[in-house]
């Protein structure tokens, strides 16, 4: 589909998307760019890359698309060194976790003749780099896009098919809802996950060795959670920092809620929070969200 | 090992121990008795006992070892219609989620002759009732065991062997201690789980939708251990209450001090948390708790 792809950055993500297009052949050449020594040594041994760079012009001047895939804190001197190179009427895109600041950023630059698209693949591990990268990070994973109304309905269907052609489904909305849902389903989670973490820890060393030993019982699944990339994460709640404070307000109000329920050993009410949880669970299976499967247990 | 194991409740546990029993033959007869009906249709059908008894008197009066794996609410009744029944020098034991409520059950009741070994088996899945059983729920799982210090070694050494007879591994310690491990190991993380659910639960109609359709961003994971029995975990949190709400109150003083770092933009406090929690997995990992393979981004 595309003569010319430009990846940007060249992690977790980044290197999926390579993996990705190079097993589907939907770009004819992919070429890579990586401001990061270490990381493009990993891309040339392991060739993950059809032409590795140096430079952002040579980077981008060819490009039909341009996928910036950076964290969100080297977003904006990334897009400020490919700016002047862009092909004219080619596309670009980036794959942050929060639309907002990445669309600031971009709008202010007011690029002439360039189709800015915002994707956010909805996938990832707790692994980061480009060794965790695979080719099947994006199967059956949504990809949010997040395009200005005035935006040419042929250029996003464009980035639709990109997006879909490495198994994704694709759904666009407005960047205020999008940051306003993953604020609920994957910020304020990770917030939880950090913290329930930092609490186990915050034990004398002795239960602290206890704790590392039993934690299959809940705490594992949590520690998984927030193993997952500091920088990127950092971004993310610095930059969806309003919405996330009003998810952990709302969060508090509810756990002291069911703190005092404890208190009063008020099994219905405790019965009935579990009760809801389990009908939620139930409607994220119907939706093809998770499997059936009981994985708690898992070896 | 055994001649007769008593099984009294026969959920997920109860029949897990029946399935995992019969096919290591480590008990010769293995019976089941259960009060509710349904159950025991389940384990008539699915042939999930050697012998299905209808009174409690026959179900532990020939019985070297009895095992009650019921909800702890009706952990009482169960031993309160058995005790007159046990047969001189056996051992009772029971699967309980917290140590000190059952213990304080059973010596209330001053038992002669009887050797009481509380267990639990720290392992299950968001799945309950007997249909949801597996001979291999226990292996490589940690049971850990509360029995007194005047109990004779030799019965505390059947009761392990027992355990390990299901591939579990086994850890003597104290109810003090094990109720402290497992309020921060496994119900605080219930806790937490159940409150970020009810968190994305109480959004507007469309949010709600959204949030169910996009849940994969990391809210998933949380309602499949909020999926759990609502009738164990009620019990658990009534029972464990004290030491729960003390581990909530740590949580929330942690929760408190990162809504600032991300309304101060501290990006050097959250990376510093971050740093922590990748170093605490990894210790994790490194006990044998969990596998180093990505598990986040699972289909």
Redesign the interface.
């Known amino acids: 589909m595309f003569k010319q792809v430009s990846i940007i950055g060249c992690g977790l993500i980044g290197s999926s998307v390579f993996r990705a297009l190079k097993k589907n052949n939907f770009a004819k050449e992919v070429i890579t760019f990586d401001n990061n020594k270490s990381v493009s040594e990993v891309i040339k041994k392991e060739n993950l890359s059809d032409k590795i760079v140096s430079s952002p012009e040579e980077a981008v001047s060819d490009a039909d698309l341009v996928l910036i895939s950076t964290p969100l804190s080297t977003f904006e001197s990334a897009v400020n060194s490919i700016k002047k190179y862009l092909k004219p009427e080619s596309i670009l895109t980036d794959t942050s976790s929060v639309k907002k600041g990445a669309d600031a950023i971009v709008k202010k630059m007011n690029l002439k003749n360039i189709f800015w698209i915002p994707s956010h693949p909805?996938?990832?591990?707790?692994?980061s780099g480009p060794r965790?990268g695979s080719p099947d990070?994006f199967?059956?994973?949504?990809t949010?896009l997040t395009p200005d109304s005035k935006i040419k309905d042929s250029e996003v269907k464009k980035v639709s098919l990109f997006w879909e052609s490495m198994g994704s489904k694709v759904?666009i909305m407005s960047a205020v809802?999008h940051d306003?849902?993953?604020s609920?389903?994957?910020?304020?989670?990770?917030?939880?996950?950090?913290?329930?973490?930092?609490?186990?820890?915050?034990?004398d060393e002795k239960?602290k060795q206890?704790?590392?030993?039993?934690?299959?019982?809940?705490?594992?699944?949590?520690?998984?959670?927030?193993?997952?990339n500091?920088?990127m994460?950092?971004d993310i709640?610095?930059d969806n920092?309003d919405l996330?404070?009003d998810?952990?307000n709302?969060?508090?109000k509810?756990?002291d809620d069911?703190?005092k329920a404890?208190?009063e050993?008020d099994?219905k009410k405790?019965?009935e929070?579990?009760?809801?949880?389990?009908e939620?669970?139930e409607?994220?299976i119907k939706?093809g969200?998770?499997?059936d499967k009981?994985?708690?247990?898992r070896?």
Chains 1, 2 share one sequence.
């Open positions: 909805v996938a990832g591990t707790e692994k965790a990070l199967k059956d994973r949504w949010i759904k809802d306003k849902i993953l609920l389903t994957s910020h304020l989670p990770h917030v939880v996950a950090y913290n329930i973490v930092k609490t186990a820890m915050g034990d239960t206890d704790i590392i030993r039993y934690s299959a019982g809940g705490l594992r699944d949590f520690t998984r959670i927030a193993a997952s500091p920088t994460w950092k709640f610095i920092s996330i404070i998810g952990i709302k969060f508090s509810s756990l069911f703190k404890i208190e050993k099994s405790l019965l929070i579990f009760e809801k949880s389990k939620f669970r409607a994220i939706a969200q998770d499997t009981p994985g708690f247990g070896k």
